[in-house]
């Protein structure tokens, strides 16, 4: 047996030279029985961020930061800026009177305001003013920036396809001039595609919605109206789908979202899914016991649910929240899993 390992190990270095390796000797390790993550759960109580957030104002600007942003790193994979494996987040701040220059990035970007109104993001020069709640896409290769003409500060959370974007080597970034606005509030957005209804002889241009802004009070009052009119399902509550309006599919590419909402005292079963999903809680309390844990969670809260790692959610009060994982993107490369209760 001795004699059949040193010869293993000398044919090992030997085709090392040539950039070679044994399957056998990784296979396990490499194609594994059930999804293998370092993703740990986390919770990012704003009790906790939100004073962060006030220094990071204190300590540099938005124009000189580029982008002013505290990023969520998972505990598994610090230094990676990652949240999850396949997704970014941070907590971005503007202050009264910021202007944040433009960019633009081969990667897919969305926000939810977690606090603030009056702050707008511009994309190719068309102006969103944002409130709390409100869900806004940045699409991949759009111009956009942002800027607080209000008096009060703005923070969102950033969701951004980084690490599939960088998986595929397809990263790209330029820097902008000064930007010409078209003017407007979002307004003529929802006009053109807020309501069932789209522009004759519209053709978009890429996958990603052209309704780039979602405001809160239409998708709550919606999600609310839907609550009323069948139980809640026994793992998520009511939940509905961000959609792209022109085809009924996905609103982004590569990320897909959602806002649920959970009665107060629901008690849900366990569910499981591949794609890691990160929360944000915009109204109500509760409970995620996740993995041994108990992430109590409040208003304006993040926690994450990492692959295949079964959790359940329990609500104090009357709660909703905003979700987001890499859904899109595995049902189209027909990998995705879940498994309810």
Request: glycine fraction near 8%.
């Amino acid at each position: 047996m001795d004699d059949v390992r040193a010869r293993r190990e000398a044919f090992y270095r030997r085709i090392d030279d040539s950039h070679c390796a044994p399957l056998w000797e990784v296979l396990h390790g490499l194609i594994t029985p059930t999804p293998s993550t370092p993703c740990q759960p986390c919770h990012w109580p704003w009790a906790t961020m939100w004073p962060y957030l006030q220094d990071s104002g204190r300590i540099i600007s938005a124009e000189e930061a580029e982008r002013r942003v505290l990023v969520l790193e998972n505990p598994g994979l610090r230094g990676r800026s990652r949240i999850t494996h396949s997704l970014y987040a941070g907590l971005q701040l503007i202050l009264p009177g910021e202007a944040a220059p433009p960019h633009r990035h081969s990667q897919s970007a969305m926000r939810f305001v977690l606090q603030g109104k009056g702050a707008f993001t511009a994309v190719d020069g068309r102006r969103i003013t944002m409130n709390e709640g409100d869900f806004v896409i940045t699409p991949a290769w759009a111009f956009h920036d942002h800027g607080n003409p209000s008096s009060e500060p703005m923070v969102w959370l950033d969701g951004l396809d980084v690490p599939i974007v960088e998986l595929f080597d397809a990263q790209f970034m330029e820097k902008g001039d000064t930007v010409s606005y078209r003017g407007g509030d979002g307004q003529e957005n929802l006009a053109e595609f807020g309501a069932t209804m789209k522009p004759v002889g519209f053709q978009p241009a890429s996958k990603t919605s052209p309704l780039c802004w979602y405001p809160y009070a239409r998708s709550r009052e919606a999600l609310l109206a839907f609550a009323r009119s069948q139980a809640p399902h026994p793992c998520w509550g009511h939940k509905l789908q961000y959609v792209n309006p022109v085809t009924g599919g996905w609103a982004m590419p590569t990320i897909g979202t959602f806002l649920q909402y959970l009665p107060q005292g629901f008690d849900g079963t366990p569910y499981r899914s591949t794609d890691a999903t990160v929360y944000a809680v915009r109204e109500g309390s509760g409970v995620c016991r996740i993995g041994g844990l108990e992430l109590r969670f409040g208003p304006r809260d993040v926690f994450v649910c990492p692959s295949w790692m079964p959790y359940t959610l329990h609500a104090d009060t009357d709660a909703i929240l905003f979700s987001f994982s890499d859904r899109p993107a595995q049902q189209s490369l027909d990998i995705w899993r879940e498994q309810a209760g």
